[in-house]
């Protein structure tokens, strides 16, 4: 047990492995992917998906946080929508 036949040492630096290498590689999402869902949204509910057409598409996602903006956006509309049912 603890002996190692040689072969079997991995070195990540011979392969090119490096912080700087996963930085370069890092999603470019990486600032906004792990924000917060927002207040009373649950962590397992399926999220709602839309196609745009390019020049709204284009808008959103230049949003800081287009999550949170979109889901405000609906819920203001939701809330005209409802208030002219009554």
Request: with cysteine; proline share 5%; glycine share 4%.
């Amino acid at each position: 047990m603890g002996d190692f036949h040689p072969s079997a040492i991995f070195c990540y630096s011979s392969l090119g492995y490096s912080y700087e290498n996963e930085l370069k590689t890092m999603r470019k999402d990486y600032e906004t992917r792990f924000q917060p869902k927002g207040v009373g949204v649950k962590h397992d509910t399926k999220p709602i998906t839309v196609m745009l057409p390019d020049d709204l598409d284009q808008y959103v996602r230049a949003k800081k946080n287009r999550s949170e903006w979109l889901r405000q956006v609906i819920a203001e509309a939701v809330a005209k929508e409802q208030a002219l049912a009554y």
